[in-house]
């Protein structure tokens, strides 16, 4: 069965930096025709689309709230995916998820077969 696991959260204050990291096993094809993205899902709040990329052409989209802080990458060679985030805000504050398998676009969708078991980051002021 195909195991997505993530790991990086934590509690960091505002204006300070994190990296999460994702990586995937036992998927059907080989990792490098996967698009990967990031979700996150803040308390009482539906889960919304924080960034993704295309794996043909290496497209990144991202959400408007992290554009210029936030920066996603992929690692074919280690099967994992990473999501570094700088200048944190207290309203970044969310369990965080990754996943693979589905499409990239603009609109960030939560189309994705695989997701991981989400991470806690906690945003202090």
């Known amino acids: 069965a195909v195991k997505v696991v993530e790991s990086g959260g934590g509690l960091v204050q505002a204006g300070g930096a994190l990296r999460l990291s994702c990586t995937a096993s036992?998927?059907?094809?080989?990792?490098?025709?996967?698009?990967v993205a990031w979700y996150r899902q803040a308390p009482g709040k539906q889960r919304e689309g924080v960034s993704c990329f295309r794996w043909n052409d290496r497209i990144a989209y991202y959400r408007d709230s992290v554009k210029g802080r936030f920066t996603i990458s992929k690692d074919n060679a280690a099967n994992m995916w990473y999501l570094q985030m700088t200048g944190l805000k207290v309203e970044d504050t969310a369990t965080y998820y990754c996943?693979?398998?589905?499409?990239?676009?603009?609109?960030?969708?939560?189309?994705?077969?695989?997701w991981g078991q989400g991470v806690q980051v906690t945003v202090s002021s």
């Open positions: 036992q998927l059907p094809q080989r990792f490098e025709v996967y698009n």
């Open positions: 996943a693979t398998a589905g499409p990239c676009t603009e609109a960030l969708n939560t189309n994705y077969d695989y």
